[in-house]
């Protein structure tokens, strides 16, 4: 049970969910039209960004014993690691900016700086599943961005929940967090993004 919970934490990692958002931006919206070589570019940038930079980042602090492990299992050693994930997110929305991407793409980064922002501080006195923290925000950004097009993608939702039970699961097996540290991730990601959303209006009143 142990190997399975430790492959679905590999899977649903949370540096991996925002390729992974991207990743259905690019394949059920209208960014779909996009050339294929634009899409690989795009989906290379956010990988390079929000994963393979701060991946690197941990791996070495963990070698050169400035963390724990690579789980982040110490709450006060999450500290570096969250400001560098909203370091790397500001980064690919930077990144995505240039590109010319459309406002509801970048407002769903804004989402996600903002649920890190708030672990950041929860953390101080409380830890977070970032797992389901990760899980939520995707499943925020759906729901904004098909509230945004009038679309109704019920079968995303379902998939999203699924990896998101999974994923919660996989830390109460591991003995990462409990319940409600697990509840609380999920619904501070989702609130936060799905908000973001409502920026758009903001933009396209100033615009």
């Given at each position: ?90 980064a690919c929305l930077f990144y995505l900016l240039n590109m010319r ?107």
């Amino acid at each position: 049970m142990k190997l399975f919970a430790n492959i679905i934490s590999i899977l649903f990692h949370p540096l991996l969910m925002v390729t992974y958002g991207m990743l259905i931006a690019l394949s059920f919206t209208y960014l779909s039209i996009y050339p294929l070589t634009l899409k690989l570019h795009l989906l290379g940038g956010v990988f390079l960004c929000t994963v393979v930079a701060p991946g690197t980042i941990i791996l070495l602090m963990v070698k050169n014993g400035m963390l724990d492990d690579m789980e982040l299992t110490n709450r006060r050693g999450r500290m570096t690691p969250y400001l560098l994930f909203i370091a790397s997110n500001m980064a690919c929305l930077f990144y995505l900016l240039n590109m010319r991407l459309p406002f509801w793409i970048l407002s769903m980064f804004m989402g996600i700086c903002l649920a890190l922002f708030v672990a950041l501080c929860i953390n101080f006195v409380w830890k977070i599943s970032i797992h389901t923290l990760a899980t939520g925000g995707l499943f925020g950004a759906v729901a904004g961005i098909a509230r945004e097009q009038t679309a109704n993608p019920y079968w995303l939702f379902i998939a999203i929940l699924i990896a998101a039970g999974l994923a919660g699961t996989s830390r109460i097996i591991l003995n990462k967090h409990t319940h409600m540290q697990v509840y609380a991730g999920f619904l501070l990601g989702f609130a936060c993004t799905f908000a973001a959303s409502f920026t758009n209006f903001i933009y396209l009143l100033i615009k």
